[in-house]
Structure formats: structure tokens, C-alpha cells
């Protein structure tokens, strides 16, 4: 909009406008604009619309249509004027040829038409507009933001105009502070809508069902989940040691890899065994709900004494079909039941580094005791280790410096070429999440 009615269409910003006893008041929202309109016989609207002498008259209205009915059987071509003497000479002589009449039309904009932020802009004093809050993340039906200090007397009303804005949205809820748990879950308050905390979620093809209120989730990671599923092969088996409800679990089992996933929340269990079962993958996924230092003590044990279920057929027909395509040779097709551990993910950024200790003698006999897994695990396929972690170092050279002193202090080794640093986020401006990929050390894993 550049001129015209333009101009009669902005709600006041700072102004504290629409609140009335310190609810919304949405009747306030209500403006009636009278603009002209060119009534003409429904065969000749489309001339109108494309005459290059009407093109700058026209009405240009978001989510406004530029031809409204008319009485009897006429069209009404709408202007973006309200007085005729605004309209140029060529424009006027051009309706006069086409017979069109000049009459006022009304249009009305209410509460559903302004955006959340106009509604947002005009609600607040003019000392909290600048600033104002304008994004909220969305996890099935629940849209939760995090309000500074200085909007929380607005919050519900606040709250009532995403609900309203945002049909997908059945419930608003604000992250208090940083408040968050042992299990990384953050406390809320409901701003709006109903008090439903179990949401569905998609992600990499799969459905997550889970109680927003009791576990962690940031679909903010959507993007670190695919990129190590993506590493992992069909016929690998991945150990999850803080699995959350499964976003990397469940898609690396649809895959065809056997996982072994684990969380000490048993809240994160509960909806990972649900997860499990709606996502029809339980003959590959085992939970567990431990500690993950003694979670990673027996992992090896456990797929020893208790392999993983073969690759499905279904899954392993597919994979040979990609690599033919691809020019590749099919891999030979895995029959046996899966005993070898490829990966370990640990996604514990603030302290998933200081569990790595539970690595060293892992598969010495003091841990695996009788089994001789040596034939499973040599130098060159021992698993991967996925760690992430936090650091306060913004360059990625000092970072990296930063990750690999502390991953190496922990496990007592020094990290192979091969390792790899992938920077995940920035979480906060001086905090940067990274994930470090390396392969543990056979000294490290058999270490008395
Ligand atoms: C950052 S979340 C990651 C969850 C999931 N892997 C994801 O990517 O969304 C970390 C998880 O570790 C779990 N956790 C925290 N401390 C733990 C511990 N000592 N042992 C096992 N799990 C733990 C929490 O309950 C939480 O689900």
C-alpha cells in the first residue's frame, strides 16, 4: 500500500490500544473504511482490472479482493481512493467510457484481519514496542515463546493473540526463565487455551507423542537428527545414551538399524516405548531407563548377549536397490542378528563430555568379563562416538581446541585424525553447541 486508503489503515502502534480492563478488547479492532468503487456490468470488471489507465487506482489491500458484488447483477472494480478528485484525469475519462459509476463502498477490517503483530504493536505502551515479542516455536498444538520480564504483564493477552491467529494452535505457553531440570526440561505457565501438555509431533517421517511438560524437545534439532541419521547404515546398531523420546532412535530403527536407547527420565521412557510401538519399530529398538554412565558400562554386553534383530528384508532390498542405482555393488545381505555396536549418540550437550569415562576398559574383562569381543571390536571398527557439547568459544579453531582437551582429559587419550567437529547452533551469544564425532580409541575401550 502506498497512498490511499493506505493511510487509514494502520492500527495506533505503543499505544496501549485494544485492552480494556486489562483483557483484549477485539471489538476496538474494528475499522470501516469507505473507498470508491467503480460499479460496472459484471462482463466489463476484467476490463477494468486490466486498463493501464485505472492501474494505479486500483486497490491494493492485503487479503482485500478488487472486485466486490454489487447490487442487482453489477461488479464493483474497488479503488483505493475515497474522493474522487484524488483519482487522475486519464483514470476518469476511461470509467466515463465504460459507462462506470462512481459509488462508496464500505469495507470492513476486524480483529481477524490484523496480523499478530499489528495486534501485538498496538497493544503495548509505546515504552515496550520496540522489541516487541514476535516469535514463538511450535511443537504440535502448543505455541511456547519466552517473554522478558518487561512483557509479562500483557503475557495472557499476549498469549490470546497467537491462539487466535494461529488455528493449528490449541494451547500458548511461556518458558519461565531458564529454569530446566536434570532431564533438560524447561517449567511453563499457560498464557491461553487449553491445558493439554501431550503433543504430537512429526520429524523424519516419524510420529513423536509426548508430554511437553515432563520431557525434553527442540525441534530446533530437527536438522542435527537427520544429519547422523543420515550417517548411520541399515545394518548398523546405534546405542542412544540420552534418547529422549527417540528422534534419533526411532528414525535410525525405520531405517533398519537395531538401536539400543536409553533415558534416566522415566517420563522420556515411557513416551519412548509408546513412540516405539506407534512407530511399529519394536523388534529393532530396545529402551532402557538408567543412568547413562552405567547405560554405556553394559551396552556392548547387552547386544553380545542379546543381539539386535537382523536387517528386515524389506529394508535391505531397498538398500541394495539405491546402491544399484547408484553404480554401486549391493551390499551383502546381513542375516544374522547384530551384536556389534557401530555408534553411540550421546546428545547431552551439558555434560555428555564428563560421561566419557565410562568408555575407558569398557571391553577389558573386568566389564565384559568372560566374552572375548575382541573379534567384534578392533582397531578400525571400534564405534563412533557422537558427543555433544557446549562450548563458550565463538571461532571454530579455539572451539575445537576447547572440545578436544576436554573429550581427551576425559577419556585419557589422544583423539585420532579422523575426528570431526561439527558445529550444531548457537544456543545463546556465548555459547555454542558442537557435535565431536571420534572413533574410540582401542587402548581406551580395553584399558585395564
Ligand atoms: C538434550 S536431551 C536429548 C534428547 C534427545 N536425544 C534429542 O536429541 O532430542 C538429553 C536427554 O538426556 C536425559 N538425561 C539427563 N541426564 C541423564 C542421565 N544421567 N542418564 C541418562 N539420561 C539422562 C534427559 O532426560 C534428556 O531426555
Not at 555433544?388 to 581446541?401: D, G, M, N, S
Not at 581427551?408 to 550444531?424: F, Q, R, S
Amino acid at each position: 500500500m502506498s497512498e490511499g486508503i493506505s493511510k487509514q489503515l494502520v492500527l495506533p502502534k505503543g499505544s496501549g490500544f485494544g485492552v480494556k480492563n486489562g483483557a483484549l478488547d477485539k471489538d476496538a479492532f474494528r475499522k470501516v473504511v469507505t473507498v470508491l468503487a467503480a460499479k460496472v456490468a459484471p462482463e466489463k470488471a476484467g476490463v477494468l482490472l486490466k486498463a493501464p489507465a485505472l492501474k494505479r487506482s486500483l486497490i491494493d489491500v492485503p487479503k482485500v479482493k478488487s472486485v466486490a458484488r454489487g447490487p442487482d447483477q453489477d461488479k464493483l472494480v474497488l479503488l483505493k481512493y475515497s474522493d474522487q478528485a484524488d483519482l487522475t484525469e486519464d483514470a476518469v475519462q476511461f470509467l466515463r467510457s465504460q459507462a462506470a459509476e462512481l459509488v462508496p463502498h464500505e469495507l470492513v477490517f476486524d480483529y481477524d484481519y490484523w496480523s499478530t503483530d499489528d495486534v501485538i504493536h498496538a497493544i503495548l505502551p509505546k515504552e515496550l514496542e520496540e522489541g516487541a515479542p514476535s516469535g514463538f516455536a511450535v511443537v504440535g498444538h502448543i505455541a511456547h515463546m519466552n517473554l522478558r520480564p518487561e512483557y509479562l504483564p500483557y503475557k495472557h493477552i499476549i498469549g490470546q493473540v497467537v491462539l487466535d491467529k494461529n488455528p493449528s494452535v490449541t494451547t500458548v505457553v511461556n518458558k519461565l526463565d531458564n529454569i530446566v531440570d536434570q532431564f533438560r526440561v524447561f517449567k511453563m505457565e499457560l498464557l491461553a487455551g487449553e491445558p493439554d501438555f501431550v503433543v504430537t509431533q512429526s520429524e523424519n517421517d516419524c510420529k513423536f507423542t509426548f508430554d511437553f511438560r515432563e520431557v525434553y524437545w527442540n525441534s530446533r534439532l530437527h536438522h542435527e537428527h537427520e544429519r547422523l541419521i543420515e550417517q548411520f547404515k541399515t545394518e548398523d546398531v546405534i546405542a542412544d545414551v540420552f534418547a529422549g523420546v527417540g528422534p534419533f532412535a526411532i528414525p535410525a530403527a525405520k531405517k533398519g538399524c537395531g538401536v539400543l536407547a536409553n533415558d534416566l527420565n522415566p517420563s522420556s521412557y515411557k513416551y519412548l516405548t509408546v513412540n516405539i510401538s506407534d512407530n511399529k519399530v519394536g523388534s529393532l529398538v530396545r529402551p532402557f531407563c538408567e543412568d547413562g554412565r552405567e547405560f554405556i558400562r553394559q551396552a556392548f554386553n547387552r547386544a553380545w548377549d542379546d543381539p539386535l534383530a537382523p536387517v528386515p528384508q524389506r529394508k535391505q532390498r531397498r538398500t541394495e536397490l539405491k546402491e544399484i542405482r547408484a553404480g554401486e555393488r549391493p551390499a551383502p545381505p546381513v542375516g544374522p542378528r547384530r551384536n556389534r555396536i557401530s555408534h553411540f549418540v550421546m546428545n547431552l550437550p551439558d555434560t555428555a563430555i564428563l560421561f566419557l569415562d565410562a568408555f575407558r576398559g569398557v571391553l577389558s574383562p573386568a566389564i565384559a568379563g568372560e566374552r572375548d569381543l575382541s573379534g567384534l571390536y578392533a582397531e578400525a571398527t571400534m564405534p563412533m562416538i557422537h558427543t555433544h557439547c557446549f562450548t563458550r568459544e565463538l571461532e571454530p579453531e579455539k572451539a575445537e581446541a576447547d572440545i578436544r582437551q576436554r573429550v581427551e582429559e576425559k577419556i585419557g587419550h589422544p583423539l585420532g585424525a579422523d575426528t570431526v567437529y561439527h558445529w550444531v547452533r548457537s544456543v545463546a551469544p556465548q555459547k555454542e553447541m558442537y557435535c565431536v564425532s571420534f572413533r574410540l580409541p582401542y587402548a581406551v575401550a580395553y584399558a585395564s
